[in-house]
């Protein structure tokens, strides 16, 4: 019975998001991720796999357009709804059912903005060679919608801890800022500060890129290279380590945070709504 009320609830509640999509047009989200990507794609496909940074800022960039698109997505939509849900709540609402319905419809979101990221950076980058464990193009793809969806819930745990949306909003700027710092691609980290990297979406999106690109491999030029060609890099990057282990973990990682996300989301409304 338990299982059934949940899964009843759940459907009610995603239903209930496909109608608010269809009064709210949804598609602008749809249309801002189109925008994005292909801005993105094009000022940076152009010189992806032709040196060493040039591909790694490509990296950094996808990644972080993935995010800022899939956090987008979420932040305002359980806040604006804390007086509804507190209501409804009283007449028996699962919150775990509630923030379910939320995870599908997004997931759907994030799959379609996933897609058209991917499909953007396709027309402007070349994305060649083997993969690690599927086909290189597959890869790419999967981390990009891991990056997206996991920013997505990033956002429905923001909007839950919010007390509003623009609590939400504020704090959404300074979630952003600490996913580009923590990405190990604008500065080095190390110490506590690499040990907080590793909960970030940006880091493990970059580590999962450079496995599949092999940003290793010495078949990348620095761009020191075209002044000096005996140049070389002494150390590798263990987190580009171009293995099947490494893409797992970093897929893995993105998972294990996206799950984190869910619960303390339901969590947080749990508590908020104790005394109810």
Not at 36 to 48: C, S
Request: aromatic share 14%; hydrophobic share 50%; net charge neutral.
């Amino acid at each position: 019975m338990e299982s059934a009320a949940f899964c009843v609830q759940t459907g009610v509640y995603f239903r209930k998001l496909k109608r608010i999509a269809r009064r709210e047009r949804y598609y602008k989200f749809i249309l801002f991720a189109l925008v994005i990507a292909f801005v993105v794609a094009a000022v940076v496909g152009g010189d992806m796999f032709v040196n060493y940074e040039s591909t790694k800022s490509g990296f950094f960039s996808i990644t972080s357009s993935a995010i800022w698109i899939g956090i987008f997505n979420s932040i305002q939509s359980v806040c604006r709804e804390h007086r509804i849900i507190r209501s409804e709540y009283r007449s028996g609402l699962r919150l775990s059912a509630y923030i379910t319905a939320h995870a599908l419809w997004q997931l759907l979101i994030s799959f379609v903005q996933s897609v058209i990221i991917f499909a953007a950076s396709l027309v402007f980058v070349d994305y060649g060679g083997e993969g690690l464990v599927l086909p290189a193009k597959a890869e790419y793809f999967i981390t990009v919608f891991l990056l997206c969806y996991g920013a997505d819930m990033l956002g429905l745990m923001i909007s839950s801890i919010a007390f509003d949306a623009t609590n939400a909003m504020t704090i959404m700027p300074f979630v952003l800022i600490l996913q580009l710092i923590m990405s190990g691609v604008l500065f080095d980290l190390s110490g506590w500060s690499e040990m907080v990297s590793c909960l970030t979406f940006s880091k493990w999106g970059m580590c999962a890129f450079g496995a599949t690109a092999d940003l290793n491999s010495h078949e990348l030029p620095l761009r020191l290279n075209e002044a000096f060609p005996n140049v070389v890099r002494l150390a590798e990057e263990g987190c580009y380590s171009h293995t099947p282990e490494n893409l797992l973990f970093s897929w893995g990682m993105m998972i294990w945070i996206t799950a984190f996300c869910f619960a303390v989301s339901i969590i947080t409304l749990k508590l908020k709504n104790r005394d109810y």
